[in-house]
């Protein structure tokens, strides 16, 4: 029988998610994601074009960085406004459509072959030829009037993968760029370990516009996070007392977010749903502290928002422990 204190605990749990839902749903657009858009849209109005002239050669683009620096959610904003904006101007003779698949952890080619006909509706298994399943994936992109390829988590395809492995998977999917009679953009989103894939492969990396993510430095990103903040308060209904303009407090969050703005934007959001949840009118240090708290579990002394040493914390770390080092050594104990 359910408790009435877990109905309690339930009932708070959606009380606090309802107000925070606004918070969920913000994006920022940062000079990066502006980048990465101008590329896509590059590259997808190249097509057309190229395609108009009977020319199949094609090119892509990929957004590389860190796991928390926003890349998904960049690259799923970015297609959504392509898909609007040709839909807005009429469609595109050769398609606009683009096609999302997150790259399985087998990352072979036939496994993502399947991963991306399940997106487009065509269900399948992995049972059937590699050759069978790329024939059938061109004509389902043709089919749908597909205009590229996204293929996301694409570092599992160089990890734990040979020179050999890694030269069939790019070859197999960069070679959808340029084969006629329906070729497509292929965009890829990725952490670091991707560069060794992109890299292995020379014709690949060629067709690529790549962007790279950079960690975040207060020069560079300090006003677009201070921006995205002071909008997320705002939002939230709560009051900072000026602590978002504090001169410290954006080199601190950025060390906090390890550098990273999806992460930073991550740990405002839910310091601001512990306010929330408090019933504070406020936000304070004490609740990004208990917000980073409940996403690391680490001990005060490593949570970057309770130290005053905070910039030798190492924010990539969840579940670390703070042991004090004695310069006594002990001494052997002595057999019976």
């Known amino acids: 029988m359910t408790t009435n204190e877990a109905l309690s605990v339930m009932e708070k749990i959606r009380a606090n998610a309802v107000a ?3 918070l969920d749903t913000f994006f920022c657009e ?28 094609q090119k892509g683009a990929a957004l590389i960085g860190p796991a928390g620096s926003g890349k998904s959610t960049m690259m799923a904003r970015v297609i959504r406004e392509y898909e609007e904006a040709a839909v807005a101007t009429g469609g595109r003779a050769f398609g606009h459509r683009i096609v999302s698949a997150i790259v399985p952890g087998k990352a072979s080619v036939k496994d993502t072959c399947c991963a991306i006909l399940r997106e487009i509706g065509y269900p ?18 043709q089919h749908h009037r597909i205009a590229a390829i996204h293929l996301d988590e694409v570092q599992d395809a160089g990890r734990y993968a040979t020179e050999e492995t890694m030269s069939a998977f790019a070859k197999r999917f960069r070679n959808l760029m340029q084969v006629g009679p329906w070729p497509v953009s292929l965009i890829m989103t990725a952490t670091l370990e991707a560069k060794k894939l992109i890299n292995h492969d020379p014709t690949l990396s ?26 997320l308060l705002r939002r939230s209904g709560l009051t900072d007392d ?13 060390h906090a977010a390890a550098y990273r703005f999806g992460l930073a934007v991550e740990i405002t959001i839910e310091a601001l749903s512990e306010a929330v949840e408090m019933a504070d009118a406020r936000v304070t240090l004490d609740h990004f502290a208990e917000a980073y708290y409940v996403r690391t579990n680490c001990d005060d002394e490593l949570n970057p928002f309770l130290s005053d040493h905070w910039r030798g914390i190492d924010t990539t770390r969840a579940m670390d422990r703070f042991y004090e080092e004695k310069n006594d050594a002990k001494k052997p104990r002595k057999r019976k």
């Open 124 to 141: 399948t298994r992995s049972n059937r030829t590699e050759d069978y399943l790329i024939d059938c994936l061109r004509t389902q992109l």
């Open 20 to 22: 925070t839902t606004a």
């Open 206 to 231: 060629r067709r690529l516009r790549p962007v790279e993510i950079l960690a975040m430095t207060p020069t560079t990103d300090g006003s677009a996070l201070r921006g995205a903040m002071t909008e």
């Open 242 to 254: 000026g602590m978002f303009n504090h001169a410290e407090f954006t080199p601190l969050m950025m």
């Open 30 to 57: 940062t000079e990066t994601y502006r980048m990465i858009r101008e590329r896509v849209f590059g590259v997808l109005e190249a097509r057309e074009i190229r395609l108009a002239r009977g020319l199949y050669e």
